[in-house]
């Protein structure tokens, strides 16, 4: 159904169709899939960039400044890409990877490349919020590098890093719908595919739907974990 047709309220209606379901449905699957994955992937690689970056910063716990230098180049080069051509670019990634260059898997090769960079930045602001003092005081008691990174930095900066987590998260979802107008699957494919070639307005206000939903459960579990987990360390 398209606005030519009928009606604003009756192209609403028709979105809550189990017709237009039946399509949006699977493409929800897709998408959930996609951000489980990339949302794994972003975590581990986006906190030990970030920790890399703190470490070997000039006033790090293991100086290494010409490579911080490089590093920090590479990743600042990657995140001032626009993320299709980041997809565009790793498309023949995917295909040496995993044989494909789409659907839902290969997609998942372009978004870790995309929010890595952006999530480590993201790390790298938290632990620099943990205060110098806390850091000092570690190595009087006699801390080695890797304790001072599990119990002081990590721990100090969780409540920060929760947060900088759900925004990543936010990023993720808002990227897997890009990926779906280059074959990635997902709601943004639906969307792209119905909505727009077809001018089916009932499928792109589904599709519409169900990413604000997504984003906004996912912003109201992380600042509620942020706060759960600043008030405790307070409390303590």
Do not use: H
Not at 55 to 70: E, I, M, Q, S
Not at 144 to 158: C, D, G, H, S, W
């Amino acid at each position: 159904m398209n606005l030519n047709n009928g009606s604003l309220f009756d192209v609403i209606r028709s979105a809550f169709s189990w017709d237009v379901w039946a399509i949006v449905t699977p493409a929800i699957r897709d998408t959930l899939y996609m951000t489980f994955w990339t949302t794994l992937l972003t975590l581990i690689f986006g906190i030990l960039l970030g920790i890399v970056l703190i470490v070997t910063d000039k006033d790090g716990l293991y100086p290494l400044p010409a490579f911080n230098r490089v590093l920090g180049t590479i990743v600042n080069a990657l995140r001032s890409l626009p993320s299709m051509v980041v997809i565009i670019l790793t498309l023949p990634l995917s295909r040496l990877i995993i044989g494909v260059s789409y659907g839902p898997q290969a997609a998942i090769i372009a978004l870790v490349v995309t929010c890595v960079p952006m999530f480590g930045r993201l790390v790298e602001s938290s632990i620099l919020e943990v205060s110098k003092g806390k850091l000092e005081a570690a190595k009087s008691m006699g801390s080695n590098n890797y304790q001072i990174i599990l119990k002081v930095l990590l721990p100090e900066a969780l409540p920060s890093l929760i947060r900088n987590f759900t925004i990543a998260v936010i990023a993720i979802i808002s990227t897997t719908a890009l990926a779906g107008s280059f074959g990635a699957g997902g709601l943004g494919d639906v969307a792209v595919r119905f909505g727009y070639a077809r001018f089916k307005m009932d499928i792109m206000i589904a599709a519409v739907l169900v990413l604000i939903i997504l984003v906004e459960f996912v912003q109201f579990l992380g600042d509620r974990l942020s706060k759960f987990i600043a008030k405790k360390r307070y409390l303590i």
